[in-house]
């Protein structure tokens, strides 16, 4: 008997069994344990039949049998279908692509085919990631419960990992490990192969459960690799605990979502030994490695894999686990198309959440309403999942979607729902003690945030259509709910003597006009009559409320304010974007810096000539370029390679430089450039990258003061100061100075 915590699990497809390493208390241990899954195949009987007969006599096929089995959400009728068992585990794919490749890609409807092994190995074993089991030598029995909160954490030792290069201007190609640090320990001999060698020795006498690493998949483990290839010493180069070799397990990829190109660098994962790059880990970076641990045990996504992927993956494999525990067999290739809707119906039913367009200008007493989880609340409340919405069993329900008429199940409770509900639990449990200070706010705080952004995906993920349990109609449905109870919440503040400044999708600010409740009334009514809780989010001593930068009515998400306990709140504006040099971020904070003094919205007029001059400050840096360059970098998301930019933009020049130093950078990746000369032709001369940098380096003044301008301008056109006045007003201040120095 061995008991202790599921850390690593995955398939070794040399010896064909699934390996699984626990956290005992007497260090880590391996199991390996024979696994035969089976996936399945549906079909006309006749062509069952005859592929039956077909596998039957085929290599690599351990068994194939008639089987009854639940194949699509909503019917509990199990249908006959054909379970495929091959000898080995990584025939699954090949296999199965045969399979549909004899049925000409359209007889057959696979399911259970491309799950993820690890995943579906320990769900099978009924335990999960980052759970207390117990192994009696032939099976796991669970010591936990997935979803509890307050559960016993697995004490996983970390270390941070890290290697010293040669000059940091050099491309990667020329570069070589000059240092290893391990544990703050630094390992440097008087040659690049001992120091990688030794570096392996102390990692392996320290024996980490986990390797801490800022761009490890991006940088350090492709030079260590790159280095050890140089040197002969590949066989040597080995993190994990079965000794496998560093390589390389999924390529680095660019790929477009939301509109915005995205890069996600290549995996260097081990085994038996986990690699968190935190630099590159959304769950990390958004969660830290609380939440990226909680996610992972009741995902059942192992740490190492979890920390690569995004939230949406996270909800996707909850869906599958849940669809199995509920007997039902996953799809291979989704077979769900979206109803035909004519050109008024796609008017009628693709519109969005609502959104009401602010008043632009200054506001004062203005309070801030927030629905707390509006879309999932929606989708539990209201039952939205593919197998109700618009359900076969009944369409006579009374359960319509408002505007749409589309019908609900009124007999069963959908996939989505049941998934949803204990994550929205969860996450508010772990909010409210986010505020109780009698538990660690600051870890509460991560945990709640890294279920937050579950739960923000799981409404996209309803109108994706690559998703598995993804259907149009749902995602339809779901803010066809939302747009009335935000009018129902409109209606009502101005019922009870409030005036709407703004509204979008699940926020709502208001002006206390003519009152007869307070804001906490006004939200209990709300939430009641809704059904779904609105929380006042606070209360500004005033609010301005930012124009368009393309007309005249107010930008849906653009706005500043100072809450009444003196917080500033920025949205939208250059200071929270990734791509404004900090210079700029700086002028725009110090503008902020002063309004946040004003307690009212006639105090912060006052402020407007205080803010005045620090834009000028600002500019007089730039005209007596005292600034460091490095505070003037862009950091431009790269759209495309650099041979497909027509346009001879700063991006394409920064590119070029790069190029012309060896180092590729790939669609999705950032570059950081300082612009030297906006319109000289010459890609050396238009800007200089980062890596270029001196002090000889020459910035143009002519370009940053009209872009700090626009900059400052933003925050202050509200009190009709422009970018030309500045600029204008900041020349002739320039020249009566000039004319009394003389």
């Known amino acids: ?315 996707s494999q909850m869906q599958v686990n849940t669809a199995m525990k509920q007997g039902f067999l996953v799809p291979w290739n989704k077979r769900q198309p979206e109803q035909w809707k004519t050109a008024a119906m796609l008017l009628q039913t693709d519109r969005g959440g609502l959104i009401l367009d602010p008043i632009p200008g200054i506001h004062g007493n203005v309070v801030e309403f927030d629905y707390a989880s509006l879309y999932p609340h929606i989708m539990v409340q209201e039952n939205i999942s593919p197998e109700t919405v618009l359900c076969s069993c009944c369409p006579h329900s009374s359960h319509r979607v408002p505007q749409l008429d589309y019908h609900i199940c009124e007999r069963k409770t959908g996939l989505i729902p049941t998934v949803l509900k204990p994550v929205i639990d969860r996450r508010f449990r772990f909010k409210a003690r986010a505020k109780n200070n009698s538990y660690d706010t600051e870890k509460y705080t991560y945990l709640q945030q890294a279920w937050k952004w579950i739960l923000l995906v799981s409404f996209g993920y309803t109108g994706y259509k690559n998703a598995r349990y993804g259907r149009i109609e749902c995602h339809e449905s779901i803010t ?26 699940d926020s709502l600010w208001v002006t206390a006009n003519n009152p007869t409740v307070s804001p906490s009334k006004l939200a209990m009514s709300i939430s009641k009559q809704t059904g779904v809780r609105l929380d006042v989010k606070g209360s500004y001593d005033w609010i301005v409320f930012l124009k368009s930068k393309h007309h005249e009515y107010g930008a849906l998400n653009r706005y500043y304010g100072r809450f009444t306990t003196g917080e500033l709140k920025i949205r939208g504006i250059e200071l929270r974007q990734h791509n404004t040099p900090v210079f700029v971020k700086n002028m725009q904070k110090e503008i902020l810096h002063v309004f946040q003094k004003a307690r009212s919205k006639e105090e912060l007029k006052i402020k407007v000539s205080t803010a005045i001059h620090v834009v000028f400050k600002f500019m007089n840096q730039l005209v007596t370029r005292n600034v460091n360059s490095s505070e003037l970098l862009f950091t431009s998301r790269v759209a495309r390679t650099v041979d497909t930019y027509k346009v001879n933009n700063f991006v394409k020049a920064a590119l070029q430089q790069k190029q012309d130093d060896g180092s590729i950078v790939h669609p999705g990746q950032f570059i950081e450039y300082v612009v030297c000369d906006k319109t000289s032709g010459s890609y050396q001369e238009k800007v200089c990258v980062k890596q270029r940098l001196s002090s000889e380096t020459f910035f143009d003044v002519s370009f940053y003061l009209g872009y700090l301008c626009r900059c400052a301008e933003t925050v202050l056109l509200p009190f009709e100061i422009t970018e030309e006045w500045l600029l204008e007003s900041f020349l002739t201040k320039a020249y009566k100075q000039q004319r009394r120095t003389r």
């Open 1 to 315: 008997m061995m008991q202790g915590f599921v850390f690593d699990c995955y398939p070794d497809y040399q010896k064909n069994v699934m390996v699984t390493w626990l956290k005992t208390k007497q260090g880590i241990k391996k199991i390996e344990k024979s696994y035969h899954p089976s996936f399945y195949v549906n079909g006309s009987a006749q062509d069952l039949k005859q592929l039956r007969k077909t596998l039957s006599n085929k290599d690599g096929v351990k068994h194939v049998e008639y089987t009854k089995q639940k194949t699509e959400l909503g019917n509990t009728q199990p249908k006959l279908v054909l379970a495929v068992i091959p000898y080995k585990l990584k025939d699954i794919s090949s296999l199965a692509q045969q399979i549909q490749k004899e049925g000409n890609y359209q007889r057959y409807t696979l399911y259970n085919v491309d799950l993820r092994l690890s995943t579906r190995f320990l769900q099978d074993q009924h335990v999960f990631f980052n759970g207390l089991v117990t192994w009696t030598g032939k099976k796991f029995r669970v010591q936990d419960n997935q979803w509890n909160v307050d559960y016993q954490q697995p004490s996983f030792s970390q270390m941070p990992f890290d290697i010293i290069t040669t000059n940091i201007n050099q491309n990667q190609n020329s570069r070589q490990i000059k240092g290893i640090i391990v544990d703050d320990l630094l390992v440097e001999t008087e040659n690049e192969i001992d120091t990688i060698l030794a570096g392996l020795r102390l990692i392996r006498k320290k024996n980490p459960d986990i390797l801490l690493t800022i761009n490890g998949d991006s940088f350090l483990f492709p030079l260590l690799q790159q280095r050890a290839m140089k040197h002969g010493i590949l066989d040597a180069l080995s993190f994990g605990r079965d000794n496998t070799n560093l390589k390389q397990i999924k390529q680095d990829s660019s790929y477009t979502s939301y509109g915005r190109v995205l890069y996600r660098p290549a995996w260097y994962v081990f085994h038996g030994r986990f690699h968190i790059d935190t630099k590159n880990s959304f769950f990390y970076q958004n969660g830290r490695f609380d939440g990226l641990l909680d996610v992972s045990r009741c995902a059942n996504i192992s740490l190492q894999i979890l920390s690569r992927l995004g939230a949406g993956t996270a909800i």
């Open 480 to 505: 066809a709910f939302s747009r009335n109870i935000l009018l129902d919440a409109m209606h009502l503040a101005e019922h009870y003597g409030y005036q709407v400044l703004h509204g979008i999708v």
